[in-house]
């Protein structure tokens, strides 16, 4: 009898477990298939670096039938937010970026609003804690009546002196101050190491039933990057790398994930692949062949996904020309998943 009431109290608990997190699968599910607004937001100084937001572009998002974008921001420069107490992110900037939400929830698309790169945090987390804090403070209050279909991301790529231990200090203190003015709304946490499958294994998951899991996946790297100026010399030496959409390729692929897939089902948190995508000095046939199969790979595992980005390098869109990549938007949202073709 003692036996059978311990089983009955782990099935309950086992069930109840699932049910606190099924919020957070129901919004990942309407997730579905997303794209980043890549660097709009990123650089000191909005524009610097060549990609800049448009308001039409939810609009067309929308109209191929994207179910969400990412919009990264970076917070701390000093045109955006104070770099001394209490931190006062700039009333201008907050309507800025309320524009670029509004435009996207208002033509029907999910939002996941994060805070981006941190080059401050990262280099010092224990000396910036206290501005990180009070930034998500301000930004989950001036966002805390907007719906559901707004989700905080906590931070992008964690790195540096942001170690995976520091990191997981973090996490629970940033959830806290969320939860305050956002007590329900879902929120994705992602990993150290970059934000990489790398850092999952040393990755805390905070009991908080309103998570969702993200991970960025750029393999492999000397594919992906070739050519990137940001990756170094040898980026140079990767040029003419090729996917062939071969068996092999396919199981390093799926090697990759297994990890994951066994995370997600141990802690019954939902999945988001907040960034994978090609740049652009890569063969568009290789691109497209590789596009399609992870986005099919993820949807195939139950895991919303977001393409890395819309009109720059690794984009979708030329906004010179004022057309798409044909190829790419065929690999993401029309392609089925492919044969592998040979070993």
């Given amino acids: 009898m003692k036996n059978y009431l311990v089983l009955i109290f782990l099935l309950v608990a086992i069930g109840t477990e699932a049910q606190n997190r099924a919020k957070a699968f129901e919004i990942n599910d309407k997730l579905g298939r997303g794209i980043n607004y890549g660097n709009m937001f990123e650089p000191s100084s909005e524009g610097e670096w060549g990609t800049v937001w448009k308001p039409e572009y939810a609009r067309m998002i929308a109209d191929l039938e994207f179910d969400h974008v990412r919009i990264p921001v ?16 700039h009333d201008s900037f907050f309507i800025r970026i309320k524009q670029v939400v509004d435009s996207a929830l208002n033509n029907g698309l ?19 804690l206290k501005r990180f804090l009070a930034q998500w403070a301000q930004i989950s209050e001036f966002f805390k009546n907007y719906p559901d279909s707004l989700l905080f991301e906590v931070l992008n790529e964690p ?22 003015t956002n007590p329900r709304r879902v929120v994705l946490i992602g990993t150290a190491n970059w934000g990489g499958l790398g850092g999952l294994s040393e990755l805390k998951i905070p009991d908080d039933p309103n998570l969702i899991l993200t991970i960025h996946y750029y393999n492999p790297f000397h594919f992906t990057h070739q050519g990137a100026s940001w990756s170094g010399e040898q980026s140079k030496e990767w040029l003419g790398t090729k996917w062939n959409n071969s068996q ?15 995370l997600s089902k141990k802690e019954n948190i939902p999945v988001h692949l907040g960034e994978f995508g090609a740049y652009e000095k890569a063969g568009m046939d290789s691109r497209a062949r590789w596009t399609t199969y992870l986005s099919r790979y993820f949807e195939e595992q139950g895991w919303s996904w977001a393409y890395w980005e819309f009109s720059a390098g690794f984009g979708i ?3 010179e020309t004022k057309t798409y990549n044909q190829e790419l938007v065929n690999a993401l949202l029309h392609n089925k998943m492919q044969v592998p073709a040979g070993n």
């Fill in 74 to 89: 970076r917070w701390e420069p000093a045109d955006r937010s104070m770099e001394n107490p209490p931190y006062t992110i």
């Fill in 110 to 128: 999910y939002v996941v609003l994060n805070m981006h790169h941190h080059e401050a945090l990262y280099k010092d987390p224990d000396g910036q």
């Fill in 159 to 180: 790195h540096d002196k942001l170690t995976p231990d520091k990191w997981n200090e973090m996490i629970p203190q940033a959830l806290q101050v969320i939860r305050k």
């Fill in 248 to 262: 092999a390729e396919h199981a390093a692929v799926q090697k990759d994930f297994e990890p994951l897939i066994a």
């Fill in 317 to 319: 869109y030329n906004p």
